[in-house]
């Protein structure tokens, strides 16, 4: 039994995971394509923030954005129905993550690329673990509710509200610690570019 669900849990993750790796590509291949006036005038203020080297502006918006995730997926993992908008977070993250890297890579080439892996690259693949981690657990206790409901059995005496709030608490711990490098790294390198 306990096989089964280690087995059952790596599906889960390596899931999530093929799902972040398919929006990274999917927003890679968006970007070549269009021009879209929401998402320069997103990526223009993005550049500008990191390039200005404040740090308290850079950690403030990395954070924020990683507790609005992170609250996103406990409010998820506490509803029966919650499991498709679990799906759909580590597809939006990869979606971001593809649309960035690709146009900085397309406006200014080797700069953009440097530009990423010296400021980007460490608090980016921190936060996608993280989301992703959140994300199995998240789908299992949304999963483990929608199976409950599904056979008319009572699933809230069988929640495990603790356990998701002790993850909650960790994984916002990462981004925490993940939106100090990002604030970090924009202070030390990103005066340095001109993007």
Known sequence: MKRRN???DRIISIGLFLLYDFGLVLGAIYLTGSE????TYYLDSFLLRH???NFL???SYAFLAALGMNLLLLLCSLSCFGAPFILLLPLLRGLNGGMIIASLYLQSGGKGILFTLLVLW????LLSLELLLFSSSALKNSGRMLGYAIKRKNGALLL???GMMQDFVLY????LAAALLEGLFAMLFGPVFSL
């Not at 460490?122 to 693949?125: A, G, R, T």
């Not at 916002?172 to 981004?175: P, R």
Request: avoid cysteine; glycine fraction near 8%; hydrophobic fraction near 40%.
């Open 160 to 162: 495990d509200s603790s």
């Open 57 to 59: 502006t850079v950690f």
């Open 122 to 125: 460490l608090p980016m693949v």
């Open 6 to 8: 280690f087995s059952k």
């Open 51 to 53: 390039s200005s080297g």
């Open 36 to 39: 879209d006036s929401y998402f």
């Open 172 to 175: 916002a711990s990462i981004g």
